[in-house]
């Protein structure tokens, strides 16, 4: 399975750095979600930034 960097640099044609920040602010937002305890929103969290599969939340988690 690709990388959600490698999806947006395809995909959307983002550079490495575009891609980063957009997986970074994704995080921020992730974690923020499990501050609150808002468990859907966080499942959700890739489709929402990314427009991909609940799939990719652990790569976000694990980085």
Known sequence: METIKEVLMRRDNMTE?????????????????????DMISAMNIC???????PDYILELYES
């Open 17 to 37: 750095e575009e891609a980063q920040e957009a997986i970074t602010e994704a995080k921020e937002q992730l974690i923020a979600y499990l501050v609150e305890e």
């Open 47 to 53: 489709e929402e930034f990314f427009g991909l599969e």
